[in-house]
């Protein structure tokens, strides 16, 4: 059992999921069978890492905190189907953590500070990330999960339901983690594809469209757009916003995913993405 002194203070500001439901909710959302490779992100005290262990599959587990360390070493002493690394997960380079071949599954109780760079980052691996099961932050799930209209919805939403539809499982108290937060958390699933739902360019320049739209997301889309690409000018945008058959006040919020990916496509073929670029250079 892990020393009862790592839980106060946490170096890292950490919460440790000490709850078994919870735990165990965790291990069933992300749909394990053995032989599966896991990346689990943020050890802590060896808690979920065991049970996930005891589904036959292999784990890299990643936890920062040099002070958890020693316990977890000595709780898995032996364990061939660990691989437990030091050091941050957004530092370490992802292809040294995930499998040679094959889609890995994610997941983890998620640094509340860092959990949506964690989201793109599988983003980025999707190639060899297939399913992400975090615990994040209530507003982060709302907003990955959020549809269009609303206020909650934006560049997360449109960046996670372009490669899949995240699903929050369950809302989760405070009184499950040590030290307990100020804010409720969620689980989510979250099966990611590794090719986008809908005909769109190459995703960073489609992300760089969707940015721009929510920049200034009070305004209207078109004057959103012609500040994130100044090259191109209103009247351009104006157009292909009236193309698509949404009238020229329509706001970033307004636009479903599918809208986001057939707006990129119809600007990277006016040659917006070489246009920005050169500017770039």
């Given amino acids: 059992m892990m020393s ?7 170096a890292y500001g950490q919460h440790f999921l000490h709850d078994k439901n919870i735990l165990g909710l965790i291990v069933r959302a992300a749909d394990l069978a053995p032989g599966d490779e896991v ?31 020693p316990d977890l070493e000595e709780k898995f002493a032996g364990n061939r189907s660990l691989r437990l690394i030091k050091g941050d997960v957004l530092r370490l380079p992802w292809e040294d953590l995930l499998p040679p071949e094959g889609r890995a599954i994610a997941l983890g109780n998620l640094p509340y500070a860092i959990s949506t760079q964690i989201l793109f980052k599988v983003l980025e691996n999707r190639a060899r990330v297939r399913r992400a099961v975090f615990l994040v932050q209530w507003e982060v799930a709302v907003r990955m999960a959020a549809g269009h209209g609303g206020k909650e919805y934006g560049i997360l939403s449109v960046a996670c339901q372009l490669f899949g539809k995240p699903v929050i499982v369950r809302k989760v108290p405070p009184t499950v983690f040590l030290p307990p937060p100020r804010v409720d958390s969620a689980l989510v699933r979250w099966d990611v594809l590794e090719d986008a739902l809908y005909p769109m360019p190459d995703r960073i320049f489609t992300m760089s469209v969707v940015k721009a739209a929510f920049g200034q997301r009070r ?21 292909i916003i009236s193309e698509m058959g949404l009238v020229p006040t329509v706001r970033a919020e ?9 707006l990129a496509t119809r600007m990277d073929q006016l040659g917006t993405q070489n246009a920005e670029r050169r500017t770039q250079n």
Avoid: C, W
Wanted: aromatic letters at 4%; a negative charge; glycine letters at 10%.
């Fill in 39 to 69: 990346l689990e992100i943020g050890a802590g005290t060896g808690r979920l890492t065991e049970m996930v262990l005891a589904k036959d599959v292999n784990v890299t587990a990643v936890e920062v905190d040099a002070g958890l360390h």
């Fill in 254 to 262: 307004q636009l479903s995913v599918e809208q986001f990916a057939e």
């Fill in 219 to 239: 305004k209207k889309l078109v004057n959103s757009l012609a500040a994130g690409f100044p090259t191109v000018g209103k009247e351009k945008l104006g157009q």
């Fill in 4 to 10: 009862h002194h790592r839980y106060a203070p946490p």
